[in-house]
């Protein structure tokens, strides 16, 4: 295994291990319910940001500031909402919510850690940050891939090699080098065929 992929293998690792734990916490979260699984969120929101930071670290970049944070999430805000609250909104039940509060919870730390790992993979500078284009096309392109069946009630872990070579085709490249990337492997799963 190169550098690249034994970076990304420790991405897949962290996430992995934050996956399990979260989903633990949110299905313990929802056998109690009623405003429980709220504070769990807020929880995760802290290990979801040391993660981040943690992702960073691997690839030699300090820890996620809050302005930056906000470059990343502007983009993205409709997906993050949105999972949130099909899953709030369920997850809140006794009992009932546990499966969606373990879904969510899962689907969403593999999307964020896979995220985190593919912009933290880039090349030098936070340049990647202030380019919405790339933020958004590698979100929309790791909801897709992650988790890897496209359904979020499979309580497998994605793929260990799809993860790994998707983060690690793109450690060094240029922000621009990577939107192309993204936008051609979208078009691909849309079936659209990219123009050369």
């Known amino acids: 295994m190169g550098e690249k992929e034994d970076r990304a293998a ?3 690792g962290l996430t992995g291990d ?3 734990s979260n989903m633990w916490w949110q299905g313990l ?7 429980v699984p709220i504070l769990v969120d807020g929880a995760a929101l802290v290990a979801y940001s040391d993660l981040w930071s943690d992702v960073r670290t691997i690839y030699g970049k300090g820890r996620i500031s809050a302005h930056a944070a906000k470059e990343y999430l502007k983009p993205n ?3 993050l909402v ?3 609250l099909w899953d709030k909104v369920i997850g809140q039940i006794p009992l009932i919510g546990i ?3 373990v879904a969510f919870a899962k689907a969403t730390t593999w999307r964020l850690g896979a995220w985190f790992g593919a912009l933290a993979a880039l090349g030098d500078g936070d340049d990647e940050a202030t380019n919405g284009q790339v933020v ?3 979100m929309d392109l790791i909801k897709r891939l992650f988790p890897s069946t496209g ?4 309580f497998k872990s994605p793929d260990r090699e799809t993860f790994i070579a998707l983060i690690a085709s793109l450690d060094g490249l240029s922000a621009k080098t990577a939107e192309d990337r993204f936008n051609n492997a979208l078009a691909a799963l849309r079936g659209e065929h990219p123009e050369s």
């Open 29 to 35: 979260s929802a056998v109690v319910g009623f405003g």
């Open 151 to 154: 359904s979020v009630f499979d």
């Open 82 to 84: 949105q999972d949130f």
């Open 77 to 79: 805000l409709g997906f």
């Open 18 to 20: 934050l996956a399990l």
């Open 136 to 138: 958004g096309a590698s």
């Open 99 to 101: 499966p969606f509060n």
């Open 10 to 12: 420790r991405v897949y």
